[in-house]
Antibody
Framework: EVHLLESGGGSVRPGDSLRLSCAAA????????MSWVRQPPGKGLEWVSS????????YYADSVQGRFTISRDNTKNTLYLQMDILKVDDTAIYYC?????????WGQGTLVTVSS | DIQMTQSPSTLSASVGDTVIITCRSSQSVSYWLAWYLQKPGKAPKLLIYRASSLENGVPSRFSGSGSGTEFTLTVTSLQPDDFGTYYC?????????FGPGTKLDIK
């Protein structure tokens, strides 16, 4: 079965940076687009960003455009989310998910807390 | 951006009931719509994609219909494992957007 494991979450101050990773296993990583979806505590889901299988084609939510960068290393089967200029509103559980549209497998999530 | 709405926002039902959840989009998304179920403390699980296609391993008591701007998710013969929060998501146009969710709990 497909495995996705996020890491890199933590508590930071507004304006700080953080890089999330998602290690993928048990499927041919390079042939799938991948995405990040987040969920603020007690709230609904928000799509954040997607990237094509080869790494070309990146897409972002308006709320993170210009501050977050999605990337991948297909030699390491790993997806990344570089988050810069973090804001309090970025506080959420961040999930990585397989697929850019139909998210058929999800990781367990990593919590990012932005607070002064 | 395409806005998604869901109704009802909360729903109480009993085991064995049939429930219908509606999802509407602010503009046509054709049939590019998915449904997910999320349980507390867990990641969402894909149930339906392309409006009416059942994801592998999902019981046939789940069904989806609709196209354009109005979609429904029907769950027949509710089981204890079906309770949680249901989300729709359009993937016709970036940025992809989720509905606010429908919380289904036990009556």
């Amino acid at each position: 079965e497909v495995h996705l494991l996020e890491s890199g979450g933590g508590s930071v101050r507004p304006g700080d940076s953080l890089r999330l990773s998602c290690a993928a296993a048990d499927f041919t990583f390079s042939t799938y687009a991948m995405s990040w979806v987040r969920q603020p505590p007690g709230k609904g889901l928000e799509w954040v960003s997607s990237i094509g299988g080869s790494g070309s084609g990146t897409y972002y939510a308006d709320s993170v455009q210009g501050r977050f960068t999605i990337s991948r290393d297909n030699t390491k089967n790993t997806l990344y989310l570089q988050m810069d200029i973090l804001k309090v509103d970025d506080t959420a559980i961040y999930y990585c998910a397989r697929g850019s549209a139909r998210h058929d497998f999800w990781g367990q999530g990593t919590l990012v807390t932005v607070s002064s | 951006d395409i806005q998604m709405t869901q109704s009802p926002s909360t729903l109480s039902a009993s085991v064995g009931d049939t429930v219908i959840i509606t999802c509407r989009s602010s503009q046509s998304v054709s049939y590019w719509l998915a449904w997910y179920l999320q349980k507390p403390g867990k990641a969402p699980k894909l149930l339906i994609y392309r409006a009416s296609s059942l994801e592998n391993g999902v019981p046939s008591r789940f069904s989806g219909s609709g196209s354009g701007t109005e979609f429904t998710l029907t769950v027949t013969s509710l089981q204890p494992d079906d309770f949680g929060t249901y989300y729709c998501q359009q993937y016709d146009t970036y940025p992809y957007t989720f509905g606010p969710g429908t919380k289904l709990d036990i009556k």
